[in-house]
């Protein structure tokens, strides 16, 4: 549900709230904090967006202030969505005109949930010191986003000159998986120090600069930075060991591979986080991140040595771009044809026809049974196995006898009338037989008798 507020005050939408609650019961008061979001009014929506699905993890409420024009009389317009149009949270919707937009900390105080703690989010363009903000000054935690500045190089320095305890920014929330799968390789065997890092990113790209003071400041080894293409983000990793290299390569910026010594190539899914995500994982703790504090003291140790990629190439620190795509598109259809193996495998149980029926379990049993015994054991079992078969045949009552007996009187009759005609199935065929042999008698026969009657015509 959205409710509108046109040029309305603090007073009137804190009326409305309560309304809201005491008619509908659409509003719960079980809220954990209050998500105060400062940006302006053409990128508000996005903003919400991602708010609200934080909220379901984090039920808040939201209060977004989007700055307006400047230029005008001073206007507040008032927007609260409730229900499926606010997620797990309440949404208020701040829109300053005039001299409202530099003052609007003071329209927010008036709407914050009492003994809750703040957090402060600039999703787009934030100030050079969000600690001394306004906005920034009343909140326990500030979160900003190096990533969304026109100059990411030059947002990432102003927080780093301004760091104070409780900021963050989603730059470094987006590699918590890159830092977790590093961190499980080199928690493997073999424990070797890690001689040299290089690390390959884009460079408009904030995080591959945070990810690469992190493993300086971690591993005590120098880094080499590596400038890849602009908009490619993190590329890869490279640590150097004695025993061989761990490399982790996102070609794709979808999935990456993990290479280690000793080891089959895994592939893993890495594409990039979304906002909500990383919003969600800041708002999960409200203390200082004490480990981005450090990382931004170790900035300025990281761009002290860079290359570019056909120099890293030719010293062996980056694979050629196509390698590492040829390499896992490779993986990737090999896969797939185990897959399409496997699902057109239909492996047939062995049988054995007893009787002229099939029993799918009668050789497995005899096989089993067979393993370790010599042909003597085998010959006494069949024996055995006949006995015992005879003795049962022999146990059936007399109804049964009777039975066989009546088979076997009409076998014998059977067999009776048979005889004559087995006998007289001989003489028919041997018939022929007879007069063949006859036929050839005579034939030498009367062959002489033309031969005579010849002689005494000639005489």
């Known amino acids: 549900m959205i409710i509108d507020l046109p040029s309305t005050s603090t007073s009137a939408i804190n009326k409305a709230l309560v309304d809201l609650r005491d008619s509908g019961g659409a509003v719960a008061l079980g809220r954990v904090l209050t998500l105060v979001v400062v940006t302006d009014d053409a990128h508000a929506e996005n903003a919400i967006a991602a708010a609200n699905e934080a909220s379901r993890e984090h039920p808040c409420r939201v209060l977004v202030l989007a700055r307006g024009n400047k230029r005008g009389a001073a206007r507040l317009d008032a927007q609260i969505r409730v229900g499926g149009d606010a997620g797990a949270s309440e949404v208020v919707v701040l829109r300053a005109y005039g001299p409202l ?21 600039w999703p787009g363009a934030a100030p050079e010191d969000v600690g001394a903000d306004p906005v920034g000054r009343i909140a326990q935690r500030r979160i900003t986003d190096s990533a969304e500045s026109r100059d990411p190089a030059k947002a990432l320095e102003q927080r780093r000159a301004t760091y104070r305890a409780g900021d963050t920014d989603l730059a470094w929330t987006r590699l918590t998986n890159w830092r977790a799968l590093l961190a499980a390789a ?27 003071a992190w493993l300086s400041g971690k591993l005590g080894a120098p880094v080499v930075r590596v400038r890849t293409k602009k908009g490619t983000g993190v590329h890869s990793v490279r640590l150097e060991r004695r025993s061989g290299a761990v490399e982790l390569v996102r070609p794709d910026q979808n999935v990456a591979t993990l290479t280690q010594p000793g080891q089959p190539d895994r592939r893993m899914a890495l594409a990039r986080r979304p906002v909500k995500d990383c919003l969600t994982e800041e708002l999960r703790r409200l203390d200082p991140d004490e480990v981005y504090g450090e990382v ?7 761009g002290t040595k860079t290359l570019t990629e056909r120099d890293a190439q030719r010293q062996g620190r980056l694979a050629p771009p196509g390698q590492a795509a040829r390499k896992q598109a490779a993986a990737e259809a090999k896969s797939a044809r185990l897959s399409r193996a496997m699902k057109q495998a239909h492996p047939e149980e062995p049988t054995q026809r007893v009787g002229g029926t099939a029993d799918p379990n009668v050789e497995h049993s005899e096989n089993a049974s067979d393993r370790g015994t010599s042909p003597a054991e085998k010959v006494a079992a069949v024996k055995r196995t006949a006995a015992a078969g005879r003795r049962t045949a022999a146990s059936k009552g007399t109804a049964a006898k009777g039975t066989a007996a009546k088979g076997t009187a009409s076998g014998t009759a059977a067999s009776k009338k048979a005889a004559p005609a087995r006998k007289a199935a001989p003489a028919k065929k041997a018939a022929p037989a007879r007069k063949a042999a006859a036929a050839g008698e005579a034939a030498p026969a009367a062959s002489g008798t033309a031969k005579r009657a010849a002689k005494r015509a000639s005489a």
Request: net charge negative; no cysteine.
């Open 186 to 212: 080199l928690d493997q065997p073999p424990f070797e120090p890690v001689t040299s890092i290089t690390v390959a990113g884009a460079p408009d790209s904030p995080s591959t600069e945070l990810l690469a």
């Open 296 to 302: 931004l003291r170790e900035l300025p140790k990281v």
């Open 101 to 121: 937009v530099e003052h609007g900390e003071t329209t927010v105080v008036s709407l914050l949930l009492p003994d809750a703690p703040i957090v402060a989010w």
